[in-house]
Every structure is written in C-alpha cells, then in structure tokens.
C-alpha cells in the first residue's frame, strides 16, 4: 500500500527485561528516527510473546508504513490464520500501541488529540486497600481516601484461609511468593469461608466511611453464576460500584444468570482479548463495566473498537490497572480514557517500583485520585534500553489456586 506520507519502518526492538517485574517492551524505529513503544506483558508467559514478536511479527513490518495502524492491525490480526488469542493479541496491541506513539510523534500531537480530543479533565481511578483482617483493610482504605481517592476496591483475608487472593502476607508481590522455587505459588479456596465473611468488610466499610465513598470489589473468578448471584444480592446494601470478575465466563452466557438476580452492577473483563470475547456480555446488557487491556486486547484500535460498540448499551470501560501492565499501557489507557465519551474508571496500583521509573520514563502524574496525561506528543512514555539491560528477565509465574481437598480452582 502506498500512501502520500510514508515513513517507513526500519527496525524492530523486542526487549524483555525484569526492572521489579518481567515486562516485555517492542519499539518501534522509523527511517525518519521516529520510534514508537509499545508493551506486549503477558504474565508468567512472557518468552512466548516475546518469541512470536521476534520470530513472526518483526519481519512483517519492516519497510511498512507507520502510519498505517489499521492496516497493519488488520494484517496482523486477519493476516493470521489463528487470528484471537492472547499472545497474538498482545503482540498486536504492543505494535499498535508503538504506532499510535509514532503518529502522535510525527503530528506533534498527544495520543488523546488524535482519538478526537478530552472528554474530561483528567481520568479517575481506583485504587487497592488489601489486608490480612477488616481493619487493616479499612486502615489502608482509610489512608488512600485522606490522599485524595474516592473509589477504592476492598480485598481482606478470608478468616481461617491461609492467602487470599490479592492478600500476600510478608511478601510484596507474587515474585517474591515464589522464593527460591520459580514455580507458580498455590494458594487455598473455600466458597463457604469466603461467602461467610466477605459482607462484614463491607459492611464496616460502610459504617466507617459513609455513602459517599465508592466501593468495589474483585471476586477473581471464583464463584459459580449461582453463587455469584447471592454475592451480589449479599452486596446490594453496601452500594459497590461494581463487582470484578464474579464469575469465569468463557461461557458468556452464565452473566444471564447473575443479571437476573441483582442490582448489584458487574465488571468482567481483564483476561479477554478481543471484542468477540465480550460481544454477548455487552450487546445483551449483562454487564456494566468492561475491564479489556490496551495490552491484552490489541491496543488502543482494539480498546477503541471495544469501547464505542460498548457506549450503544451503556457499558463503560473500566480498563485492568495489575502491576504487571508496563507504563506504556498505563499511558495508552490514559489516553484512551481521557478521550472516551463512556469512560467509567481506571484501575490504579501506582505506576510501578523505583527500578521501573528508570526503565519507562513518562509524563503521567496522579493528583487527588485522578491520573493527568502531560502534553508530550505521542504517548508521553519513553523507554531506556541501557537503564532495561540492568534488570534482566526473571522466570516468574502467577499463583494457582486449590480447594481444601486439592482440586484445582480458578486462582
Ligand atoms: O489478576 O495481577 O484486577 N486486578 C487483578 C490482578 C490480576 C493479576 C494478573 O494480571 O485481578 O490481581
Ligand atoms: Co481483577
């Protein structure tokens, strides 16, 4: 294809480096020296992207036009007979997400501008209280609302349960769970226990910080729909903003059934890689939320695509913030939810560890709760590949889950 302005592609970067967690990071370089990044993490199988970018995905792109994002989207997606997929779908959103920088670059023009200007001033986020009882929970809640947060999600231990999801005791993060033995961790999981203590957290919640405060809650895929609907009946007193992941719906039909039965809203949405994945989710209204990565599901075109079919049925977008999304993801989602007329909320974990800040250098600032995009052209995130050779790629691996009797459970 041969358009007017061409800047040709003359060099794909792939780089897997470990700056306090494994991030796999493409750039892109251009004949004019215009280079675009773009990040292509996905966690605990992080070789297999970085692989397929290198192997199958780089070759295709040298010489091509930047500035043709939807062809190249298209050519990588339809291109491929497999098409879908998590791998594939983060290895195109990484490049896309690289060309988007490029064009921004090229215009002089912040991302944002270029999807069609701000809907608002700045993007809202949550932010995570975790704890091994309530009130170390509350405490925590307590101390991001004095910062300036007004939703916050709230995770506790389940009483009698040794490491709940998101609660990780002495240890900071799932790497250093894993100690000397790079092998996923395995933690416990009972229904029972967990449906038996988790209203109190929200009902003390309540109790201490008023209605005004937003609350939500990750449930982590644990619960059959069945379940899943008494949970959200449990929960209607306590006004969430949304309840995360009730259920594992591969089967997206199964939201039916936690629809029917509660008010309480629902989000779904961090593992999926496609619109296809949540098409049944969105256009029969079983959802409220829509949490696609810019990473996981083909960048900001895919995000983009998600988010306007998602406005005809009053779903928001709500995008997955884990720590395991580089800043350059971070910085794609902020500019797509500054400019996206149905925006919900950003899910925010701070943007990263000391050693990260070396390696992606960015313009994002976070005030009062809300994240301000900085006017740099592109994304406003650069990345240091001499400061990224420091902290070299570490195996690493998610938790997995067990019920007491040791059968494998969604973790
Ligand atoms: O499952 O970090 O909403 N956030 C989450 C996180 C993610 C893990 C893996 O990406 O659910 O805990
Ligand atoms: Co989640």
């Known amino acids: 294809m041969k358009t007017g302005r061409n800047l040709a592609i003359t ?5 897997v480096s470990s700056p306090g967690r494994n991030f796999v990071t493409v750039k892109i370089v251009t004949e004019s020296g215009i280079y675009g990044v773009g990040d292509a993490t996905v966690n605990g199988r992080e070789m297999a992207v970085a692989t397929y970018l290198q ?11 930047a500035h043709d994002i939807e062809d190249i989207w298209q050519y990588l997606y339809k291109g491929v007979y497999w098409r879908r ?10 490049v896309d997400m690289a060309l988007w920088d490029i064009k921004g670059k090229a215009a002089d023009l912040p ?18 209280a975790t704890g091994n009882d309530v ?9 991001l609302i004095s910062e300036g947060f007004q939703t916050i999600r709230l995770q506790s231990a389940v009483p009698g349960m040794e490491g709940s999801y998101g609660v990780m005791g002495d240890k900071k993060d799932y790497f250093e769970m894993q100690s000397s033995r790079p092998l996923p961790p395995e933690q416990p999981w009972s229904t029972r226990k967990y449906m038996n203590s988790v209203e109190d957290l929200f009902r003390q919640a309540r109790a201490r910080f008023g209605p005004d405060v937003q609350l939500l809650h990750d449930v982590h895929s644990r619960l059959t729909p069945i379940e899943a609907a008494r949970l959200g009946k449990m929960l209607e007193p306590y006004d969430l903003l949304f309840l995360e992941d009730a259920v594992a719906a591969e089967n997206q039909e199964s939201y039916r059934i936690v629809r029917d039965h509660t008010t309480t809203p629902l989000a779904i949405g961090e593992v999926y890689n496609t619109i296809w994945d949540c098409k049944d989710l ?9 949490r696609t990565a810019a ?4 960048g900001i075109t895919g995000l983009r695509r998600i988010a306007d079919f998602a406005a005809i049925y ?12 580089s800043p350059i993801c971070y910085a794609a989602q902020s500019h797509i939810g500054l400019w996206a007329p149905n925006f919900g909320i950003q899910e925010f974990v701070g943007f990263g560890s000391a050693q990260s800040a070396e390696v992606f250098r960015h313009d994002l600032r976070i005030e009062n709760g809300m994240i301000h995009v900085g006017e740099s052209a592109g994304l406003g995130v650069d990345f240091d590949e001499e400061a990224a050779a420091r902290y070299p790629y570490k195996r690493s691996y998610l938790p997995v889950s067990r019920l007491e009797d040791g059968t494998l459970w969604s973790w």
């Open 85 to 94: 997929g998590p791998i594939n779908m983060a290895c195109v959103g990484a």
């Open 282 to 290: 969105i256009q029969n209204q079983w959802i409220d939320y829509i």
């Open 295 to 298: 990473t996981h599901a083909g």
């Open 111 to 128: 991302v944002y501008e270029l999807l069609g200007g701000k809907s608002r001033r700045a993007v809202t986020t949550y932010a995570h």
């Open 135 to 143: 009130t170390e929970t509350l405490d925590q809640a307590a101390r």
């Open 55 to 65: 192997e199958h995905v780089a070759p295709c792109l040298i010489g091509r036009n």
């Open 314 to 325: 009053h779903v928001r977008i709500a995008p997955h913030g884990a720590p395991d999304l």
């Open 11 to 15: 060099d794909v970067r792939v780089i």
